[in-house]
């Protein structure tokens, strides 16, 4: 599977609320960096993260551009969904990915929002 499918596959698997199939794409030294949050490193801390912590209850990525070159991969898109207390959500967001042997070892995502 190429770095480009593989990402492409994350937002599927994350989408379908596959647990298990999304952290499989994961080095176990992961670290995920993300508006809000402090950084979250290693795979316990990811799947504590996706099982306990994301406010997302369910909802759909739609990938607007993905570039690759070498081991890193920037995806830029939307989401549309609901969080768990049941409001709607709607964001622009990036994804910043590298690879170490096929697998995500570092992920940075930052949020279209209004801010500084």
Not at 13 to 22: C, E, Q, S
Not at 49 to 55: A, D, G, H, S
Not at 79 to 91: E, H, M, N, W
Request: proline share 3%.
């Amino acid at each position: 599977m190429t770095k480009r499918d593989l990402a492409l596959a994350y937002y599927e698997a994350v989408d379908a609320g596959d647990n298990d199939r999304l952290l499989s794409m994961f080095h176990p030294r992961v670290i995920y960096r993300r508006g809000g949050y402090a950084p979250i490193e290693g795979a316990a801390e990811l799947r504590h993260f996706y099982e306990n912590v994301r406010i997302i209850e369910h909802g759909r990525h739609m990938v607007d551009a993905l570039v690759c070159e070498g081991d890193e991969v920037a995806v830029r898109g939307r989401f549309a969904g609901v969080s768990r207390d049941g409001r709607t959500l709607s964001a622009e967001w990036a994804d910043f990915l590298s690879f170490d042997r096929d697998l995500i070892r570092r992920r940075v995502t930052y949020f279209l929002a209004p801010g500084v």
